[in-house]
Nanobody, 120 residues
Framework: QVQLVESGGGLVQPGGSLKLSCAAL????????MGWFRQAPGKQRELVAT???????HYADSVKGRFTISRDNAKSTVILQMDSLKTDDTAVYYC??????????????WGQGTQVTVSS
């Protein structure tokens, strides 16, 4: 079993910053890639940022230049640094694991979700 534990969500004003953390708990769990999704009210879930085991990153156009995804040296913890936050960034953010079956192929390949609210 794998458990993805997320933290760091909260309330922030537009232009502010938040840092999300996702710890993949499991003995020597080394997925090919990890990433962050988000789902805002009235919208479909969207991919925000990804990072591979080799450190290659990808960002959605809507967050490029504002968000930064990174991993620790063990590649078991993923960080999403969010700067210059906008109200449109308000959503529940989910950490996920990528395997040969795709993103979140198992129930335990999703975090519990952490609420990010950007409001003045």
């Amino acid at each position: 079993q794998v458990q993805l534990v997320e933290s760091g969500g909260g309330l922030v004003q537009p232009g502010g910053s938040l840092k999300l953390s996702c710890a993949a708990l499991g003995r020597s769990f080394m997925p090919n890639a990890m990433g962050w999704f988000r789902q805002a009210p009235g919208k479909q879930r969207e991919l925000v940022a990804t990072i591979t085991s080799g450190g290659s990153t990808h960002y959605a156009d809507s967050v490029k230049g504002r968000f930064t995804i990174s991993r620790d040296n063990a590649k078991s913890t993923v960080i999403l640094q969010m700067d210059s936050l906008k109200t449109d960034d308000t959503a529940v953010y989910y950490c996920s694991v990528y395997t040969s079956e795709g993103w979140g192929a198992r129930d335990d390949y999703w975090g519990q979700g952490t609420q990010v609210t950007v409001s003045s």
